[in-house]
């Protein structure tokens, strides 16, 4: 049984630059979560989506950010014109719904802003 | 929304011996507490749980205890191991919500 799968597991990126982020959840689950770690930190919630649905974005910042979890496919955590404050590990989550509140994370993908 | 509070920040304790970690939550409608373990550079591993209708939850040498009224709960952690070092994280979702407001962790050292 594979788990929840995040890549890339390191990105480096240029301030003004975009980085995408890749979350494919455990088999069988239809619910994802985004959370971000920064150093020495707890984990922060971000955003809540099912299948083609955001359910709760109020974890994520207004502008810059994005997600989305399309019909087929990984889910992806946008984020245009990086600045340095972005630095951080961007863990996935995914639970199985219907009642399962267990989340499950990933191995997370540490970004960089250079 | 939930605020979850968590100590100590850090604990070290002799192997064998055991370790109690605490958090309290603000959100009295909270139904479902998850205990996480990081290890350096890994993503959190669910390790227990327990859910409001139960106060406490015992798997081989981990616990939780659970007291809604007081809205705290606690994780035990009985005959520790070097391996058992590492950060753990407590949380609870804001009211009937499924995310997690996370604590800001512990980090358990068991020193040989």
């Known amino acids: 049984n594979a788990g929840v799968m995040q890549n890339p597991r390191h990105l480096v990126r240029r301030r003004g630059q975009e980085a995408r982020l890749r979350c494919s959840p455990m088999k069988g689950h239809s619910h994802v979560y985004w959370y971000r770690q920064l150093p020495e930190e707890g984990l922060k919630f971000m955003v809540y989506l099912q299948k083609e649905n955001i359910i709760d974005e109020s974890g994520m910042p207004k502008e810059r950010f994005s997600a989305e979890f399309p019909k087929e496919g990984p889910s992806i955590l946008r984020i245009q014109q990086v600045v340095r404050g972005d630095s951080a590990a961007y863990f996935c989550a995914s639970s199985p719904g219907q009642g399962g509140y267990e989340q499950y994370f990933g191995p997370g993908t540490r970004l960089t802003v250079t | 929304g939930e605020n979850v509070e968590q100590h100590p920040s850090t604990l070290s304790v002799q192997e064998g011996d055991s370790a109690v970690i605490k958090c309290t939550y603000s959100d009295s409608a909270s139904n479902y507490f998850p205990w996480y373990k990081q290890e350096l550079g890994k993503g959190p591993q669910l390790i227990i749980d327990?859910?409001?209708?139960?106060g406490e939850k015992k798997d081989q040498r981990i616990a939780v205890t659970l007291n809604k009224t007081a809205k705290h709960f606690s994780l035990h952690i009985t005959e520790t191991q070097p391996e058992d070092s590492a950060v753990y994280f407590c949380a609870a979702p804001p009211g009937s919500a499924r995310q997690l407001t996370f604590g800001s962790g512990t980090q358990l050292t068991v020193l040989p």
């Open positions: 327990i859910r409001s209708n139960v």
